[in-house]
């Protein structure tokens, strides 16, 4: 349901041309993997709870509560089952939405008016608000999409794929820890946005990958999980900094530096070690295997 989600999965392509891999099915096939990273990181954050402070302690008790507001994690689950049944993303956000607002209103979270109203001749609200927002990244992904198709167009990217598979790539594993390396370094050098480096490195995975037979769900999985680890603890990640001025501007007395999350984000890390031990065995690799068709 998210934009690395959706990127990853429709820049992957079968090999005999069908189209495009379907979110539902990537989403399925990535789950026990990114829940071994969930129970991994869970594991770590239960051994370093017991290391806090009595400053640390009095914030937290000082923030204000309200649980009703988890009631909004119910679309976000009723998206994810829609995604499963392979619904039409755009259906399924549409239906999430809606979800949202109803339940947002029935709990007076939100007013009506707060969404979207008329003030002083301008059309304002939280929902004018959300797409303003993102109108700049939006203009910024065109260009960089646009970039992309040139490198493709130009032959560049065969150009780095056909030397990568002559002198780098030597077996399915081999395709498989190039992704993982390149992705990985698309995530540390675009951390910023790490929308904008799935965009990029989306058709060197793609063309990789269906070079050496690489199922498009295995593409998707190397690439939705990899390209969701480096710019969630780099300092300079667009995350870490949103993350950063999001605790100071709620006014709860606590403050974290930009390198805090580096080591004690452990979900990205325990992400990114999983997929390699996945790569490194070939976990999974067989059935994701792509079948030649005659």
């Not at 891999?21 to 990535?30: E, L, M, Y």
């Not at 190039?178 to 995530?187: D, H, K, N, P, R």
């Not at 999980?225 to 709620?250: H, M, N, R």
């Not at 580096?262 to 070690?273: N, V």
Request: with cysteine; net charge neutral; proline share 3%.
């Amino acid at each position: 349901m998210s934009d690395t989600a959706v990127i990853a999965a429709t820049t992957q392509e079968y090999a005999d041309g069908r189209g495009s891999a379907d979110i539902g099915g990537t989403v399925k096939k990535r789950l026990p993997l990114v829940l071994t990273a969930l129970v991994v990181a869970l594991i770590a954050y239960g051994i370093t709870s017991g290391f806090h402070t009595a400053t640390s302690i009095t914030a937290l008790d000082n923030i204000s509560e309200h649980p009703q507001g988890l009631a909004l994690l119910i679309p976000t689950l009723v998206v994810i089952l829609l995604s499963f049944r392979r619904v039409n993303i755009f259906v399924a956000l549409a239906v999430g939405l809606a979800v949202a607002v109803g339940i947002g209103l029935t709990l007076n979270l939100f007013t009506l008016s707060s969404l979207i109203c008329v003030e002083n001749g301008k059309v304002e609200g939280a929902i004018v608000e959300g797409i303003g927002g993102m109108a700049n990244i939006c203009i910024l992904l065109m260009m960089v999409v646009s970039l992309s198709g040139l490198i493709i167009r130009s032959g560049g990217m065969d150009g780095i794929t056909g030397s990568l598979n002559a002198h780098v790539i030597r077996s399915p594993r081999g395709a498989e820890l190039t992704i993982f390396g390149l992705v990985s370094v698309a995530g540390i050098l675009i951390a910023a946005v790490n929308t904008i480096a799935n965009i990029c490195i989306a058709p060197f995975v793609n063309s990789i990958g269906k070079q050496h037979g690489l199922h498009p769900y295995r593409r998707t999985t190397l690439l939705a999980t990899v390209i969701c680890t480096f710019p969630f603890v780099l300092p300079y990640g667009g995350c870490v900094l949103l993350l950063q001025k999001g605790i100071e501007a709620s006014g709860c007395g606590m403050g974290i530096q930009a390198t805090d999350v580096f080591f004690t984000a452990f979900y990205p890390w325990a992400l990114l070690a999983v997929m390699l031990v996945v790569c490194l065995t070939g976990y999974q690799r067989d059935s994701d295997k792509e079948k030649k068709h005659n």
